[in-house]
């Protein structure tokens, strides 16, 4: 079979292509039949209802449990033939509720992130400072850097541990809710440098959020999951077939597709 031009450059700017994909704990699928793709560049918000399953869905894409069925694959391989040292060059997560570390200082909690790439006494290279150097300059943290991360604000954390993901320098990076605990202008803040990331650094983002509002703004694709089809697509895509519509009750709160925005329901 010939592969045409098209299709050859779509297969190789594509970074993570789901299909057929169930999770859940114990062989009980909690969300069944998942399928997306993302290419490099693009950033994703996973949104739905709570207790839906977005934190499972993004465990199993980071390898933290299994799946039940399908397929993940990242650069054409299946998440199950990667070793963890190759994984961690392929993956960065990042779970705010779970960083046992937070007695390390900024510069330490950075040059961790280093560590699929040192040595295996995690020595660092001088150009594995640099790197920490400039994204300690990029991510505005120079004057936080000899802080320990418990007297860290919530929006200060959140940036260290972002920028933890971009020095460890992998294609994927994966985030839970990155935005919890913050006010309005960290959120958009934070949305805003995922965006940088993928858009500026070619890196795939895929979160899960809350912020429905704000991914529709500033997200390529979103993943909605409904426990029925689980649609993907562009925001405006999914505005246009109506899923935001159904995914709260309409007694509580309805959707304005016109201003992409959720009213309260008097
Ligand atoms: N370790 C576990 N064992 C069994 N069931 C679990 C476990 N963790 C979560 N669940 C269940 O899986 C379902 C999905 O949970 P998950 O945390 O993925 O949802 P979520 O969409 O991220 O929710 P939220 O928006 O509230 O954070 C829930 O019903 C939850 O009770």
């Not at 009980?28 to 993302?38: C, G, M, N, P, S």
């Not at 505005?140 to 919530?154: A, G, T, V, W």
Request: with cysteine; proline share 3%; net charge neutral.
């Amino acid at each position: 079979m010939v592969i045409g031009t098209k299709t050859k450059n779509a297969i190789l700017s594509q970074l993570l292509h789901i299909e057929n994909l169930s999770v859940g704990y114990k062989n009980k699928a909690i969300i069944e039949a998942v399928e997306f793709q993302l290419n490099k560049g693009e950033i994703c918000a996973i949104v739905g209802v709570n207790g839906i399953g977005k934190s499972t869905l993004l465990r199993t894409l980071g390898k933290l449990q299994p799946k039940i069925n399908g397929s993940i694959q990242i650069e054409n391989r299946e998440l199950e033939a990667y070793s963890p040292i190759d994984l961690a060059k392929q993956i960065a997560l990042v779970l705010t509720d779970s960083i046992a570390s937070k007695n390390l200082r900024v510069k330490e909690l950075l040059a961790l992130g280093r560590q699929p790439h040192t040595n295996w006494i995690g020595t660092l290279l001088k150009e594995d400072q640099e790197i920490i150097r400039e994204t300690l300059q990029n991510f505005q943290l120079e004057n936080l850097k000899d802080k320990k991360c418990h007297e860290l604000s919530d929006g200060q954390l959140q940036r260290v541990l972002i920028a933890r993901a971009m020095v460890q320098d992998t294609p994927l990076i994966l985030l839970d809710e990155p935005t919890t605990h913050l006010d309005l202008s960290h959120k958009v803040g934070i949305f805003k440098l995922l965006k940088d990331l993928a858009h500026v650094h070619k890196r795939t983002v895929l979160l899960t959020t809350h912020e429905i509002e704000l991914a529709i703004q500033l997200a390529d694709k979103m993943l909605v999951l409904n426990g029925k089809e689980n649609p993907f697509g562009t925001p405006q895509d999914l505005i246009s077939k109506g899923y935001f519509d159904e995914l709260f009750p309409k007694d509580v709160v309805q959707f304005d597709a016109k201003t992409g925005t959720f009213r309260v329901k008097n």
